[in-house]
């Protein structure tokens, strides 16, 4: 018979043993670095791993092949300034303040009580840098430090608007390149943006290896005016465009290879992605999409699809192509759950969903519906493997441009009536099959009515 000393002993051991073994398993993971790579314009068939045998993209193909790469992701608008908005806070851009496009002369920007995910995480104590082109407002409040983000260095919106634009009827002013609130050069040279940029997000990483970190990087290019750096100029040898692309690439081989060297690898979420489609009206020096229908400006598909590249090895699935359609106003909200960065107290009332569901375990108990939305328009909704198009006016390319020069596009050109695509077999959108589906067209139409009243009356703060 065990005696009394003994047996509380074996009790206390007992007890103690399981106890420690809880308190490893629930040991919270190192918060993980985020790295967010933005192109600007950049096409769904701009890449060598989406099936553009033109492009040489060895750096971004390296990624997709030990990470995932993503067929149906959705840009959150088909332009910089609300696609933008709906990445970094999660929300319609209607809802956050830049619903259309912003420059020089605008007076809004991201309203001062959005949350962008840099303000989510640097209240988790991670640091925070963006480099490059922001394109959310302008003036001091709206600008980068005032959301979130402790390091900044770029331009306050596109580089096409600045006193060189090749059109007539464009004034704009000198356009100015900012670290942090100071400006330190005004009209800076194109040719030099991507390097710059990834110079300084190379050390941005190296100095914060003992983490975490959020870097943020916006690429002014691909969209005009195209800039290339004397190394890759003509090195394509198909022409200007595809040059830039291999400088992006040569910069995503940078970054991915300062993590790795660092030992960063497992504990980083890299995220490669493009803001919209491509700018067509600009002919030779506009990307590709790759058959979908139109460009950056509407809500087909050729405006809002674009690549999503997404590593992070031992969680993302290594060399995987996935088919499951999320959109970038789901970043927000899966980025701050990762991170266990939610702010007590407040609810952000995302638009997009966590889906690391989706990103992380191969299953997923599906996607909301989600609705293509532009300056407050609700112009269509996918849901499952249908895309139901409402009847609108949509920008047309009439006459493409060249070598850097504008062509025509006509902003309500073209017109649509009530549609439903089939995206599993008609990623074109170019076989309406409404007629034969009158439910599945009847129920997604009434929900984009529904919707748009939603938009509605967030558009009514921008009237005056
Ligand atoms: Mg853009």
Redesign the pocket.
């Known amino acids: 018979m065990m005696n009394a000393k003994y047996c509380l002993a074996a009790l206390t051991a007992a007890v103690a043993a399981p106890a420690v073994a809880t308190a490893a398993d629930k040991a919270p993971d190192k918060a993980p670095n985020i790295v967010v790579l933005l192109t ?2 950049q096409g769904y068939g701009d890449l060598r791993c989406y099936g553009n045998p033109k492009v040489s993209t060895p750096n971004i193909d390296r990624l997709a092949s030990e990470g995932t790469r993503y067929t149906d992701f959705y840009a959150g608008a088909a ?2 300034t609300p ?1 933008r908005a709906g990445l970094l806070t999660g929300r319609y851009a209607e809802r956050v303040g830049v619903p259309d496009v912003v420059d020089d002369t605008s007076d809004n920007g991201i309203k001062a009580d959005e949350l962008t995910i840099a303000d989510y995480l640097k209240q988790h104590g991670y640091s925070t840098g963006m480099f490059g082109k922001w394109h959310l407002g302008y003036q001091p409040e709206y600008m980068p430090n005032r959301h979130g983000f402790t390091e900044f260095y770029g331009l306050p919106y596109s580089m096409d608007m600045w006193p060189f634009h090749p059109a007539p009827g464009h004034p704009y002013r000198a356009l100015p390149l900012y670290e942090n609130e100071t400006v330190l050069e005004y009209n800076p040279p194109v040719d030099e943006m991507t390097i710059r940029l990834t110079d300084r997000a190379v050390d941005f990483i190296r100095r914060n290896a003992d983490g975490p970190f959020f870097l943020y990087l916006p690429y002014t290019q691909p ?1 005009v005016p195209l800039g290339v750096s004397g190394k890759f100029r003509g090195k394509s040898g198909e022409g200007l465009y595809a040059d830039v692309l291999m400088e992006i690439d040569w910069s995503v081989g940078r970054i991915v290879n300062t993590i790795d060297s660092l030992g960063l690898a497992d504990n980083t979420l890299i995220l490669f992605t493009s ?2 489609g491509p700018w067509l009206s600009y002919g030779d020096h506009a990307g590709s999409t790759l058959g979908l229908r139109e460009g ?1 400006g509407t809500t087909f598909e050729g405006g809002q699809r674009v690549p999503l590249v997404a590593r992070m090895p031992g969680k993302i699935a290594k060399g995987k192509t996935d088919s499951r359609f999320f959109s970038a106003l789901d970043l927000a909200p899966t980025i701050i759950g990762m991170a266990d960065a939610g702010m007590p107290g407040k609810n952000n009332n995302f638009d997009g969903q966590d889906v690391s569901d989706i990103l992380f375990s191969g299953k997923s108990a599906g996607h909301k519906p989600f609705f293509f939305v532009y300056n407050g328009q609700v112009e269509a909704v996918r849901d499952g493997k249908y895309k139901c198009v409402a009847p609108h006016a949509y920008r047309v390319v009439t006459e493409p441009g060249r070598d850097g020069m504008p062509g025509l596009q006509i902003i309500d050109g073209g017109n649509t009536g009530l549609a439903l695509f089939d995206l599993e077999k008609d990623p074109y959108e170019k076989n309406d099959i409404s007629a034969s589906n009158c439910e599945t067209t009847k129920r997604l139409h009434a929900m984009i009515q529904e919707f748009q009243k939603e938009m509605d009356r967030e558009m009514q703060q921008y009237k005056k």
Do not use: E, I, L, T
Request: no cysteine; charged share 45%; net charge negative.
């Open positions: 600007d314009d332009a910089s696609s969209h803001d919209n950056k």
